[in-house]
Each structure stands twice: as structure tokens, then as C-alpha cells.
Antibody
Framework: EVELLESGGGLVQPGGSLKLSCAASGFDYSGYAMSWVRQAPGKGLEWVSI????????YYGDSVKGRFFISRDDSRKTLSLQMSGLRVEDTAVYYC????????????WGQGVLVTVSS | SYALTQPPSVSVAPGETARLTCGGDNIGSETVHWYQQRPGQAPVLVMY???DRPAGIPERFSGSNSGDTATLTISRVEAGDEADYYCQLWHSLTDHWVFGGGTSLTVL
């Protein structure tokens, strides 16, 4: 059974930094692209970033490009999101998601971790 | 960037058919995926590649995509289908994954 467990959320001041982690199990982690998707309180889903297999190819949503950095450690089966220059509008539940083998959709999701950016 | 438009809410009586739409410019030339999100829970993939159901998703769920509209159809709606539903596609030209704004399905 696929399991994705996020950690690292919390309260941070505007302009601050935070690192999220996602521990994966139950599948061949190195064989799949992995993504972060977020959901602001009471709002819809927003794709944040993806890292392809091997870790060299990465893409970011326009709202986080240049501030967030995604990485993966296949030996530890973990996905990370380093967030800097945080803004109030980055407040959201952040989900770790496994991409399908064709990359197009997200077939497994973690339960999410809350990031609150506030002074 | 590519935009997906969903109606904010749809209401349907139990046993009836719910049709949830997702609009986009020539969306029929793309492949669309759908997620169900119950309150307080993570999203669940309920349809991929327009009309394929993941394992464990009831046959009552079906999908189609043509022209400027993709549709998730839920037949014989049950109370447990009450949730938010999001459409999504991979815009390969920009390597961006795009979500619609979501539709809240209410079972009357």
C-alpha cells in the first residue's frame, strides 16, 4: 500500500523559510515523479512543483518559482520542499503526491501538512 | 497559462445523475483527470485520461471530453458522493499541471 507522510509544517513569519518533507513507502519510489500540491484555506487545489525521476528535472508553479526548491532523496525515499521568502498567501495545506508513470495525474496523496505564514 | 473553469456548485437528488463540467479552450485535445475531495480529507483520483477509472472507483463514475468541455458523470448518486470535485490536466507545452477551481457536489 502506498503511503505518503508529510512533516515540517508550522507557523512562520513573512519572509521566513521552512522545509517540508514527505516520507514515501509501499512503492518503487525512485521510479516515479513526485509533486507538491497546496490548498489555501477554503480554496481549491494548486500545483506547486514536480521533480522527475533521477532528480535533475524540476518544474515550478509561477507563484512559487524562484522561492521554492524541490528535491528528492531516492536512498531515503523522501521528497522535500525548501520554501523561502514566504508570503501570507503561501498559507495552505501542502500535499505530497505521487505522479502516475505517465506524469499526467496524481494517483496517491499524503494527508497534508499545514503551513501558516503570519506575523 | 491554461485555465480550467468549473461551476462552483451542483446539487442533485439521491439516485439521480450528476454531471460535473470542466471548461477549457479546446480541452478535448488534452487529457483530463478528476479528483474527489471529501471534507477534511486528501484528494482521491477518480478518473484519469478522460474516462479511465482507477481501481476501486465505482462504475457509477464515468468521464468524457470533447470540444471545450470535459465532463465527469456520476450515476445513481449516493450521499457518500457529496464532496468537492476538481478537474486537472498536464499542460505539456509549459510543463505545468493545472487544476480547475472545483465544484462542490451537494446531494439533496
Amino acid at each position: 500500500e502506498v503511503e505518503l507522510l508529510e512533516s515540517g509544517g508550522g507557523l512562520v513569519q513573512p519572509g521566513g523559510s521552512l522545509k517540508l518533507s514527505c516520507a514515501a513507502s509501499g512503492f518503487d519510489y525512485s521510479g516515479y515523479a513526485m509533486s507538491w500540491v497546496r490548498q489555501a484555506p477554503g480554496k481549491g487545489l494548486e500545483w506547486v512543483s514536480i521533480v522527475y525521476t533521477g532528480g535533475s528535472r524540476k518544474y515550478y508553479g509561477d507563484s512559487v518559482k524562484g522561492r521554492f526548491f524541490i528535491s528528492r532523496d531516492d536512498s531515503r525515499k523522501t521528497l522535500s520542499l525548501q520554501m523561502s521568502g514566504l508570503r501570507v498567501e503561501d498559507t495552505a495545506v501542502y500535499y505530497c503526491a505521487k505522479n502516475r508513470a505517465d506524469y499526467a495525474a496524481f494517483d496517491n496523496w499524503g494527508q497534508g501538512v499545514l503551513v501558516t505564514v503570519s506575523s | 497559462s491554461y485555465a480550467l473553469t468549473q461551476p462552483p456548485s451542483v446539487s442533485v437528488a439521491p439516485g439521480e445523475t450528476a454531471r460535473l463540467t470542466c471548461g477549457g479552450d479546446n480541452i478535448g485535445s488534452e487529457t483530463v483527470h478528476w479528483y474527489q475531495q471529501r471534507p477534511g480529507q486528501a484528494p482521491v483520483l477518480v478518473m484519469y485520461f478522460d474516462s479511465d477509472r482507477p481501481a476501486g472507483i465505482p462504475e457509477r463514475f464515468s468521464g468524457s471530453n470533447s470540444g471545450d468541455t470535459a465532463t465527469l458523470t456520476i450515476s445513481r448518486v449516493e450521499a457518500g458522493d457529496e464532496a468537492d470535485y476538481y478537474c486537472q490536466l498536464w499542460h505539456s507545452l509549459t510543463d505545468h499541471w493545472v487544476f480547475g477551481g472545483g465544484t462542490s457536489l451537494t446531494v439533496l
